[in-house]
């Protein structure tokens, strides 16, 4: 890098985010570039996660749920790569929400699909925890956010015990969720 001019490290920086919107995001971050009232990431990650819940609607096959899973767990990756906010930690139990119901499809059809519904769970569940982390959130609060997630959620996507370190000794009043 010490070899390039500024301008050519300017060129291939921008070129490479106009191809990687994480990368882009992470750039625009780190340079204070995005600030908490930007609303264009939530408004990015809504329309993805309204799309997601519209993936079994009409006809549709097995890989558009894991194509709309995939784009989830893609999509909060870059959300999460901005500064944080709480609008930022409901939008991704929505999402989580959605992707409970959809993985249903991929546990049915386990034969046919070639996507592990923890392949979505996973990103989705470690962006809700760091979230909660970010913000800082109290040992009660996340177990109430975790109840109602858990309440909702029909096909066991909540782990517990990922948050064990953020609930403490609250951790065991979680009510604990049924795999189907």
Request: charged share 30%; hydrophobic share 40%; aromatic share 4%.
């Amino acid at each position: 890098m010490q070899r390039l001019a500024p301008r050519q490290l300017a060129n291939l920086v921008a070129g490479h985010a106009v191809r990687d919107r994480l990368f882009a995001t992470r750039l625009l971050t780190e340079a204070g570039m995005l600030h908490g009232a930007d609303q264009s990431g939530l408004r990015d990650f809504r329309a993805v996660i309204r799309d997601a819940s519209n993936a079994t609607t009409g006809r549709w096959e097995i890989a558009d749920v894991e194509t709309a899973g995939h784009r989830l767990a893609a999509e909060v990756e870059i959300l999460c790569a901005r500064a944080t906010t709480p609008a930022m930690l409901d939008l991704v139990e929505d999402a989580i929400l959605v992707w409970d119901d959809l993985s249903g499809h991929l546990h049915d059809a386990y034969y046919i699909t070639r996507t592990e519904p923890e392949e979505i769970t996973e990103p989705l569940l470690h962006a809700h925890r760091d979230l909660c982390d970010r913000l800082d959130l109290a040992p009660d609060e996340v177990t109430d956010r975790l109840d109602r997630l858990v309440e909702r959620c029909q096909h066991g996507t909540i782990d517990i015990g990922m948050y064990a370190d953020l609930l403490g000794e609250q951790a065991g009043t979680i009510s604990r969720p049924v795999r189907r």
